[in-house]
């Protein structure tokens, strides 16, 4: 049994041996971690192969650890390992199913003692060992490269092997199941590409209706603490003028709205404010909600990368960050005539991003592995019970 | 069932099947058996459902029905294949891999150790006469080779039942005769091989027992003797200048055709008269020869209709 999975393995080696695509994936992976190795960062700025550029992003500001964490996260996963090597590893890996099962070679392999599920299953395992492969050479010469230039060994790195696997892997499920059903490489790759493509767009809405529903939420806030300022204030007036006019009020009394109004000509804008900011914020929640549903039968391939950023940086590397990105921010302004309020960037980013990172893990991988188990029961299914 | 049968079927059934297609059956009651240590030939025309038959003994196609063992465990025990070979009619092996590497990879594929996969690929290599190609990749190889390698991966694991899909498909006159003699070396160590072939001439020469399948079902099976028994016959071949001097023997117990006259009989007493008669008439007699029908014969019978007299034209059972 286990000669059987050791030759399927040899295979899936010798094949990928065999394209050329195997090899220009680990020259551009070596050609990234290059990139790691010639920039870099002192008391001026950002310095590249020996050239120093200006810049706020500077040892002082950030240490270099910080710097080559947020290089390797940023360039080497979230561009390089997420959106190229991933598209030359689906290309790679797109014929495995259909070449088996259109290349004559199927009758072969059922004729020996291996049972269908299991061959389903290791062939699987082996277009996940192209990835594999690459992501773990990439994070091995990263260490290596980050560590000799800034001093910091950083083994928190290896993470991105399972990680970028297993968004990988959503991805492949999808393939395999397209591969089965249409028995064409060229009909699985673009169809999984689409895929990909309403994933992404799927994720985008996501991202941009909790940045939106946040800093609705933050402006009625603002802008309601705003109000209730602007109502005390009014209300001391009122009550100040009134005796200065020589009514007797005692301290407990309550002007009415066009007593205040009286008082403070601006107070129906800010009251005006205050309810368009919670109307939008009450209009963003079903949509927000709705496309979480939506993501929760979905793998969450964003997510999922993220989980690498949550756990490589520290709470401290983020404050480091937010504290550089936001030191120029005025903050969130609240116009004191009109209440129409300006809500901080910063603040706005900052908690989408708390409110995204917040989900559970159980969402993120649970839900989005659960995807992938039954794409690959119903792909299992078929390759059990097709005759060839 | 019993168990000095290599394989033995009964009721193997096939009906492919299409969700707002026609059901095509492919095998309607399959009964066959083939004996251990044999030489099987299975023949049949086009779409008969040799190849069918086949792929569901090697598990590759499902059955909708089947009642039978292949080497004494039940169709479709997976462990059972580790002591069958088989070579499929359309075979594409990876190009990336050598001949060498092939052979081994399906070695692997049986279970077997690393050091007998490697001894066991070095004598196939040599017995397909492929030693000197064996390093080199299978994209550089003529079909005639690629289906010789082929041969030699069904052969790897030593197995005592070899099925081969059309052995000879692609395959150049010389290369047809080391066929013949790999089957031959089969047959002389015990193994049991079924054949699969179009070319009648050479199953003749090799099969032992022959099946013909014709719209699904086995139209005959047996012994060439067997299946030709009662049919031997005479054939007296003149010049053929003398041919006009047999138009006087037509009857119903004998033939003519050109200058052949065609007895129905095998006793030498039968024949003496009509030797007479055409030396009286100064006929010259070219051969006189005592025949049965060949496999292609044979053939032509299973697959002609009884009832119309027509050939049962290619394609599956669709309206048997």
């Known amino acids: ?388 | 069932m019993s168990t000095h049968l290599a394989i033995d079927l009964e009721n193997v059934a096939k009906t492919y099947k299409a969700p707002f297609k026609e059901a095509i059956p492919a095998l309607r009651g399959i009964d066959m058996k083939v004996h251990a240590g044999e030489v099987f030939g299975l023949l049949g025309p086009n779409g008969a459902g040799k190849s069918t038959l086949v792929k569901i003994l090697m598990t590759v196609i499902r059955p909708s029905q089947c009642k039978g063992t292949v080497l004494g465990q039940p169709v479709g025990d997976k462990y059972t294949l580790q002591r069958v070979g088989y070579l499929p009619e359309h075979h594409s092996f990876p190009p990336y891999l050598t001949g060498r590497q092939l052979i081994e990879f399906f070695g692997a594929m049986n279970n077997m150790k690393r050091a007998e996969r490697k001894r066991r690929a070095s004598e196939l290599l040599e017995l397909v006469g492929m030693d000197d190609w064996g390093s080199k990749k299978l994209k550089s190889y003529s079909k005639g080779m690629r289906q010789r390698v082929g041969i030699a991966q069904a052969l790897i694991n030593d197995p005592d039942l070899v099925l081969l899909d059309e052995p000879t498909d692609g395959v150049d006159p010389m290369g047809r005769r080391d066929i013949r003699a790999i089957l031959d070396h089969l047959k002389d160590e015990g193994k049991t091989v079924l054949v699969n072939s179009h070319i009648l001439s050479e199953l003749e020469q090799v099969c032992s027992r022959v099946a013909i399948l014709v719209k699904g079902k086995v139209a005959t099976q047996g012994t060439i003797e067997d299946l030709t028994a009662g049919q031997e016959r005479y054939e007296i071949q003149l010049a053929p200048e003398n041919r006009e001097i047999l138009t006087q023997f037509a009857s119903d117990t004998a033939e003519v055709n050109g200058a052949t006259l065609k007895l129905q009989s095998v006793e030498p007493k039968d024949v003496q008269p009509i030797i007479d008669k055409i030396r009286a008439k100064d006929g010259t007699i070219l051969s006189i020869r005592r025949t049965r029908p060949s496999l292609e014969d044979l053939f032509m019978q299973a697959v002609i209709d009884p009832e119309t007299g027509e050939e049962l034209g290619p394609g599956a059972a669709r309206d048997a």
Not at chain 1, 366 to 375: K, W
Request: glycine residues 6%.
């Open chain 1, 1 to 388: 049994m286990l000669t059987q999975t050791l030759a399927l393995f040899y295979d899936a080696y010798r094949e990928l041996n065999s394209k050329k695509l195997f090899w220009i994936t680990l020259i551009l992976s070596g050609a990234c971690v290059a990139a790691f190795g010639a920039v870099g960062i002192n008391e001026e700025g950002i310095t590249a192969i020996g050239f120093t550029i200006p810049a706020p992003i500077n040892s002082i500001s950030i240490t270099p650890e910080l710097f080559y964490k947020t290089l390797f996260l940023n360039l080497g996963i979230s561009i390089w390992l997420t959106w190229i090597a991933t598209v030359l590893a689906l290309v790679s890996t797109a014929g495995i199913f259909p070449s088996l099962l259109t290349g004559g070679q199927i009758e072969t392999m059922l004729s020996k003692p291996i049972s269908r599920t299991r061959l389903f299953l290791t062939k699987y395992t082996t277009g996940l060992f192209f990835v594999g492969l690459q992501v773990s050479l990439f994070c091995v010469a990263s260490v290596f490269v980050i560590g000799l230039r800034s001093g910091a060994w950083m083994p928190e790195i290896f993470l991105a092997i399972p990680i970028v696997v297993i968004f990988f892997s959503f991805l492949f499920s999808v393939m395999t199941l397209l591969g089965i059903l249409t028995r064409s490489t060229i009909a699985s790759l673009l169809l999984t590409i689409l895929f990909w493509f309403v994933l992404f767009i799927v994720n985008a809405s996501d991202q941009t209706l909790v940045a939106f529903h946040e800093s609705s939420k933050l402006s009625a806030q603002a802008s309601s603490e705003r109000l209730e300022t602007a109502n005390e204030n009014a209300a001391l007036a009122y009550i100040n003028k009134a005796r200065e006019e020589g009514r007797e009020l005692d301290d407990s009394y309550e002007p009415t709205t066009e007593e205040l109004d009286s008082a403070n000509v601006f107070l129906p804008m800010l009251r005006q404010s205050v309810e368009d900011n919670q109307n939008t914020s009450r209009k963003l929640k079903p949509w927000r909600n709705g496309v979480y549903i939506a993501k929760t039968v979905l793998p969450k391939t964003g997510e999922t990368i993220n989980l690498l950023a949550k756990y490589v940086m520290s709470q401290e590397d983020l404050d480091a960050w937010v504290n550089l990105s936001s030191k120029d921010d005025p903050g969130t302004v609240v116009n004191e005539e009109t209440g129409e309020v300006q809500v901080s960037s910063a603040e706005v980013n900052r908690a989408a991003a708390k409110a995204i990172n917040d989900r559970p893990l159980w969402w993120v991988l649970g839900t989005s592995l659960g995807f992938e188990a039954v794409m690959l029961l119903i792909a299992c299914w078929l390759f059990r019970r097709t005759d060839f």
